[in-house]
């Protein structure tokens, strides 16, 4: 192929963003706003299908609540096994070709999984369908490379959260949908998800403009596609990754813990209905659409860094430990809502964390993350799951069946304190 008939990426990105400057709402640029949209498709699929996730276990398994609890430990457990392996993959195969094929790869993958749960006679079908989603789920992590690569250190923390309010946005809208379908049909969510992803595949082939440019593709090794060493290789080239990276682990193994059991929990000790997890979830939703859109820039503006992500993950400790005491459905809304507000701190953690690391390494931080954190996906449903079904068996309102939010609380106490010695060890924006 001669020169002249190769694609100009960075031409491509240029005129994006011209065409951002004349779109002029919000203030966002056009490559912003596309992968913004692509987000919220994204999360709108997979939001859609949790209300009924508790009615599709109900019947194939029978109803019991303790298998219940153990086949979707096993999904989980399953996903972050595919992730570990297919998010350095991913991750250096971003840095190489850009972010547009992932995502668009990841989009086709994920509607193959929804049709697999719509179709699903019985468990091996929704465990094929697993495998396929769990090695394709990557479209968030190049999202967020995506932003990072169109953003300078000044704004990056801001349209991280930006990002995340439009998967806030797409999230509460598909809880809300996912709900009302449910009562009609347990199976719909799917079919719906399964057509939002091929939304998202035409939306990424003929809109979405690539972000990665030229000058900044990297070339592919060994060691950025193995998932052990992925992690070592970034924890080599840059050492301070190490603490951030442990410190989020253990936070993170919580928040995936009690997400492993989260729709039986509320099922079982609140007696909510598919459209109570539907309402729910809109809520929670859309105050992380407030927080994530609204609250990280004031909130940067007028606390700083520094305090706004220790602060916000003081927020998420007192919240959970809250949250295990609950006995009533309101009580746990309220309580996760002052969690909600505590995740202004995510948008600054990953603003540092891409700091820190060159511009062709974003996707390799984001497949190494992706791939420790899998490891979250494979241990903590291995652990919160049977843990669940243990203290079930004493009732909805006794006391011990919120262990598992209060052994997250616990983590995230650890946790913070391994991020502020991360802090203490990253030079600071300069």
């Known amino acids: 192929m001669s020169d002249d008939s190769k694609p100009d990426l960075a031409g491509e990105l240029e005129r994006a963003e011209s065409r951002g400057r004349r779109f002029g709402f919000l203030r966002l640029n056009f490559a912003l706003l596309s992968i913004a949209v692509t ?3 994204d999360s709108l699929a997979g939001s859609i299908i949790g209300p009924v996730m508790p009615a599709l276990l109900n019947s194939l398994t029978g109803g019991a609540m303790a298998q219940m609890s153990t086949v979707f430990g096993a999904m989980m457990v399953t996903i972050g096994t595919m992730q570990l392996f ?6 250096a195969l971003s840095d190489r070709y850009g972010r547009r094929p992932i995502i668009l790869v990841s989009s086709v993958g994920l509607g193959l999984y929804f049709v697999c749960l719509a179709l699903a006679p019985n468990l091996v079908w929704v465990f094929a369908g697993v495998v396929i989603g769990g090695a394709a789920a ?3 992590t190049a999202a967020f490379a995506y932003v990072a690569d169109i953003s300078g250190p000044e704004n990056r ?3 991280f959260g930006q990002l995340t309010a439009a998967m806030s946005a797409g999230g509460a809208s598909g809880s809300l949908i996912g709900g009302f379908l449910g009562e009609l049909d347990p199976r719909a969510p ?11 595949v035409l939306f990424a082939v003929f809109v979405l403009p690539e972000s990665l440019r030229p000058e900044n593709r990297a070339a592919l090794a060994w060691r950025s596609i193995h998932p052990v060493g992925a992690i070592r290789s970034i924890w080599r080239d840059y050492p301070v990754l190490k603490l951030w990276q442990a410190g989020t682990f253990l936070m993170m193994f919580g928040v995936t813990g009690v997400n492993s059991i989260f729709f039986l929990y509320v099922t079982f000790r609140f007696g909510w209905t598919s459209k109570d ?4 979830a809109t809520f929670i939703m859309l105050t992380g659409l407030v927080v994530q859109g609204a609250l990280v820039t004031r909130t940067l503006a007028l606390l700083g860094e520094r305090r706004t992500l220790l602060g916000g993950i003081v927020l998420q400790i007192v919240g959970t430990l809250v949250c295990g005491f609950a006995t009533a459905g309101w009580m746990f809304t309220a309580s996760i809502f002052v969690v909600m507000l505590g995740t202004v701190s ?3 953690r990953l603003a540092v964390v891409n700091r820190v690391v060159g511009a062709s390494d974003r996707g390799r931080l984001s497949g190494a993350e992706r791939s420790l954190f899998s490891l979250t996906g494979i241990a903590a449903p291995a652990v919160f799951a049977p843990l669940y079904a243990a203290v079930v068996g004493a009732g909805p309102e006794a006391l011990r069946v919120g262990t598992p939010l209060f052994i997250c609380a616990a983590l995230t106490v650890v946790g913070l304190a391994i991020t502020v010695r ?5 030079p600071p924006a300069g």
Not at 86 to 91: D, I, T, Y
Not at 190 to 200: P, R, Y
């Open 39 to 41: 987000v919220v498709l």
């Open 346 to 348: 995510g948008p600054v």
């Open 422 to 426: 991360s802090l203490d060890a990253t």
């Open 277 to 280: 997890i539907g309402f729910y």
């Open 157 to 159: 923390a801001a349209r």
């Open 86 to 91: 297919a998010g350095p993959v991913q991750g």
């Open 138 to 140: 990557g479209s968030v």
């Open 190 to 200: 799917f079919w719906v998800a399964a057509a939002l992803c091929a939304l998202n």
